[in-house]
């Protein structure tokens, strides 16, 4: 069972950047799709973004399309989330998460990271 680890949260202002990464315990990361998730005070997760097997194909919902960016780095067993133009709604815990099976827009996964909270101020 792949255990997740996610890292890079913290607190920015509107209009900036940051990158989360989500390292991968188990050595068959690449035969994992990933995904991440977010989920705001108050509010059911949400799905955000998922990324192939390879990384030749992603998913990027209506909500954070044209600002978030999903990557992976086989070699490394690690999945990114470069966020851009961050605004305070983006404000929430972001899980990884991984399956084996599915299409790229199934919300359904099998293994989860513990998150790591993103907070952007006005």
């Known amino acids: 069972q792949v255990q997740l680890v996610e890292s890079g949260g913290g607190l920015v202002q509107a209009g900036d950047s940051l990158r989360l990464s989500c390292a991968a315990s188990?050595?068959?990361?690449?035969?994992?799709?990933m995904g991440w998730f977010r989920q705001a005070p108050g509010k059911e997760r949400e799905f955000v973004v998922a990324?192939?097997?390879?990384?030749?194909?992603?998913y990027i919902t209506d909500a954070v399309k044209g600002r978030f960016t999903i990557s992976r780095d086989n070699t490394k067993n690690t999945a990114y989330l470069q966020m851009n133009s961050l605004k305070p709604e983006d404000t929430a815990v972001y899980y990884c998460a991984a399956k084996n099976r599915g299409l790229l827009r199934d919300p359904i996964y099998d293994y989860w990271g513990q998150g790591t909270q993103v907070t952007v101020s006005s």
């Open positions: 188990d050595g068959t990361f690449s035969s994992y799709i």
């Open positions: 990324i192939s097997r390879s990384g030749g194909s992603t």
